[in-house]
């Protein structure tokens, strides 16, 4: 069907559907070089998320070819009476239905049908950055790198998410504490704002805008390219877990080995994360396939007795020629730890496989039937200071001894995070992310149903705010504006809205996080 036809088509679904009166001739002015798309399966598509918990249908999903397009349809909405909404999607790996939208389109930014003008991710090998489409999944960026000896420096666990959906959140793994979140690595972007307007941002050019859309949680525009920092790639990376039985140690040696951020490259560890086993059972998880399913590790035999184990994982890149030291670097690091001395498992693989590790587990869940399910995610920022009674009222206390995924828990250093961006941290220099990544299964196990895990998440936070924890939750979910205000805090809610105010004052984008009341109620 011709764009034209499809976009009268929208509009009375629209007039229809919702009710609204827009003027047409707004939107059938509207040429794009993409496909905009009424299809049922590409409306059912952007209509779910991983979280399986929210359902949204748009009136249409637009197939973008260039940012051009994605600058006519938003300047489109923005130009009409009564308020269209606007919602990129990634690669739709949001909880809470953040990417969707029921009175407006949805530009599926990673979904590569239509022509794509953008190409691929181009790199600069002298200036060691990388030029990639906002749609674009990291995996691909990487590949592209990698062709040139070259490698992004910061990373998430699991590369199928797109660029502009990373960097509308933080983008956090193991090497956080060293390089900072990925919003911390970019050089440049551009964005299509909430007026329609592409302009290309940096901290020298639209500062403002810049630092609006890192972390900004799609608030303020649609970044259709990023200019990311690289680093020589690593080829190989040695790949290290050890095990504790007390919390205290177990934190300490993390923050010491983050403390080492400033050191020579041979003298701190390239990756510093870490989990919690409440489990009796294998310690294996379905993040990685780290332990050999033949020989499987059992928490037993470390003389718990039922309780909570915590397991330390770091990595130490290195290349094929400096192999020789490598022993002799991880075994000077490992020395000052004082995690149970028979519980080091160590293997040794590729770069890419190292990065690409939690794909393997998808896929092994995927056949199983596993992978769509509901996934009732519950992820905190945990000051420092309050982390052991954190230990102590969670993990051993209201998780119990089941927790239907894995947990995981390590610390990162402020100083390493950007201020003037829109994430919100705890106030201390060293904070944990608690990753609470359950999987809800319709087993006939109660603790296993959706409803236990949300209350259980509900019951987590109720603890933290009769404790004191001053937590922040990442890539947060609220559903009132009170709720956002006291996430921001009164200081950076200020910033937050005159930011909204200054690049989306129709409120027309990324309605899906519930932080602004759209024009058309309906939205949400
Ligand atoms: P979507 O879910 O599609 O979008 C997320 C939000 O960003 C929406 O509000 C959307 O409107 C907006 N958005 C999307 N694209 C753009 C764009 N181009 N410009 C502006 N706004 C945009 N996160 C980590 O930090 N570290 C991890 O290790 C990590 N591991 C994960 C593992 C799995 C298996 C999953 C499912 C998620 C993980 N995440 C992790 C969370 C992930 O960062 C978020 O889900 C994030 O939203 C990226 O997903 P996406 O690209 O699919 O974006």
Same mark, same amino acid.
């Given at each position: 069907m011709a764009p034209k036809l499809l976009l009268t088509f929208v509009i009375y679904r629209l007039i229809s559907t919702v009710g609204l009166t827009l003027d047409p001739t707004d939107l059938l002015r509207l040429e794009v070089d993409g496909h905009l798309s009424v299809d049922p399966s590409d409306v059912k598509t952007a209509s779910v998320d991983f979280g399986m918990m929210n359902r949204a249908e748009p009136l249409a999903v637009l197939h973008p070819s260039s940012a051009e397009d994605v600058a006519r349809l938003v300047g489109a909405a923005y130009g009409s009476a009564h308020g269209l909404s606007v919602s990129a999607r990634g690669? /739709?790996? *949001?909880?809470?239905? #953040?990417? #969707?939208?029921?009175s407006g389109v949805v530009i599926e930014m990673s979904a590569s049908k239509g022509v794509r003008q953008w190409g691929l991710p181009r790199v600069s090998e002298q200036s060691r950055y990388v030029d990639a489409w906002g749609g674009e999944l990291w995996i691909d960026v990487l590949k592209t790198t990698l062709e040139h000896g070259l490698a992004p420096k910061s990373w998430t666990d699991y590369l199928y998410l797109s660029v502009g959906g990373t960097l509308s959140n933080a983008g956090i793994s193991g090497q956080a504490f060293n390089h /900072?979140?990925?919003? *911390?690595?970019?050089?440049e972007l551009d964005v299509v704002t909430g007026k329609g307007e592409l302009l290309t941002c940096s901290e020298e050019q639209n500062s403002e805008l810049f630092h609006a859309v890192l972390g900004g949680l799609g608030q303020f525009g649609i970044i259709t390219r990023a200019r990311i920092g690289l680093e020589p790639a690593p080829q190989r990376v040695r790949w290290i877990r050890v095990l504790y039985s007390n919390f205290s140690t177990f934190t300490k040696d993390q923050e010491y080995l983050i403390s080492l951020h400033g050191q020579p490259p041979n003298q701190k560890f390239d990756y510093v994360e870490g989990f919690v086993i409440?489990?009796?059972?294998?310690?294996?998880?379905?993040?990685? *396939?780290?332990?050999s399913p033949r020989n499987p590790v059992k928490i037993s035999s470390f003389g718990t007795n039922g309780g909570v184990l915590y397991c330390l994982e770091i990595t130490k890149n290195y290349h094929e020629s400096t192999a020789d030291t490598i022993d002799q670097d991880v075994e000077a690091l490992l020395k000052r730890l004082d995690f149970i001395p028979s519980s080091v498992f160590t293997t040794d693989l590729p770069y890419v496989d190292f990065l690409d590790r939690v794909h393997k587990a998808e896929l092994k869940l995927r056949s199983k039937g596993l992978w769509d399910v509901p996934h009732p995610w519950l992820n905190l920022f945990v000051p420092r200071s309050r982390i052991a009674d954190f230990d102590e009222g969670v993990?051993? /206390?209201?998780?119990?001894?089941?927790?239907s995924g894995p947990i995981l828990i390590y610390p990162m250093n402020k100083n390493k995070w950007d201020d003037r961006t829109s994430v919100v941290t705890p106030e201390e220099d060293v904070f944990y992310l608690v990753a609470l990544l359950r999987s809800a299964l319709d087993s006939g196990d109660e603790a296993q149903s959706l409803e236990y895990l949300s209350n259980q998440n509900r019951q987590i936070l109720r603890f933290c705010d009769d404790a004191g924890i001053k937590v922040k939750q990442y890539l947060p979910h609220y559903t009132t504006q009170e709720d956002w205000v006291d996430h921001f805090g009164d200081d950076k809610w200020t910033l937050f809205s005159k930011r909204k105010m200054d690049f989306d004052p129709r409120r027309i984008?990324?309605?899906? #996080?519930?932080i602004f009341k759209p024009m058309a109620a309906s939205a949400w």
């Open positions: 690669h /739709g790996h *949001s909880i809470n239905g #953040q990417a #969707q939208t029921s /900072g979140p990925q919003i *911390s690595n970019v050089y409440v489990d009796e059972g294998l310690i294996n998880n379905w993040r990685s *396939s780290f332990f993990f051993k /206390g209201i998780l119990g001894n089941k927790t984008l990324a309605t899906g #996080q519930r």
